[in-house]
């Protein structure tokens, strides 16, 4: 497991605005869970390499949940599970909950979310990298949609596919990740030729 990087409290650390491509070789994983008024939960999973393509989202129904923050916990075991079973071996998760990054961070179990933390901290051993990060909610929009789709979607796992209902969302992801590409200004000398 590579650690985060340690960060002064009075240098808070700049979170990206959109969604960051994972180095070559790794995958990138962003997750989330929606919660309805009566409880159920709609997990989702987006992977993708370092290429921006999206190699496999899937989306399930899981309830009763005790809250959301419980229901994001869950659907993080289960993504950990899905890149298990991928074979995924070096991977970056990102997830725009801070309970649950908090969670991560934190040595006590005090919380029902806790004992689903240290659950998720046992299945880690199987990838040979792996990093869990914190963004915001603008670079985990892929998955914030997905998860809202599962509630009409049901479980489904795309392979190399993309539910059409997210293909604009996942374009702009991929679109934002390129790096901007500067040009020098160079002065034209512009010839006229008469023939």
């Given at each position: 497991?590579?650690?985060l990087p340690d960060v002064p409290l009075s240098?808070?650390?700049?979170?990206?605005?959109?969604?960051?491509?994972?180095s070559p070789g790794s995958f990138k994983i962003n997750f989330n869970a929606a919660v309805t008024q009566s409880g159920k939960a709609g997990f989702d999973f987006i992977a993708c390499d370092c290429h921006g393509e999206?190699?496999?989202?899937?989306?399930?129904?899981?309830?009763?949940?005790l809250s959301p923050s419980v229901a994001v916990a869950l659907c993080f075991r289960w993504a950990l599970g899905l890149a298990r079973n991928f074979c995924f071996r070096r991977v970056v998760f990102e997830i725009d909950c801070m309970v649950l990054f908090e969670a991560w961070n934190r040595e006590d179990d005090f919380f029902v979310l806790d004992s689903l933390v240290v659950d998720c901290r046992?299945?880690?051993?199987?990838?040979?990298?792996f990093?869990?990060?914190f963004v915001r909610q603008s670079g985990n929009c892929v998955a914030d949609d997905l998860s809202s789709l599962s509630?009409?979607?049901?479980?489904?796992?795309?392979?190399?596919?993309?539910?059409?209902?997210?293909i604009g969302v996942v374009q702009s992801n991929v679109l934002a990740s390129v790096p901007p590409v500067s040009f020098k200004?160079?002065?034209?000398r512009w010839v006229l030729v008469m023939g």
């Open positions: 497991m590579l650690p240098q808070p650390r700049q979170l990206p605005a959109v969604w960051l491509r994972p999206v190699l496999a989202p899937a989306c399930c129904l899981f309830g009763p949940v046992s299945l880690i051993s199987c990838f040979d990298v990093n869990f990060l509630f009409s979607l049901g479980e489904v796992v795309w392979i190399e596919e993309v539910p059409h209902q997210l200004k160079k002065k034209l």
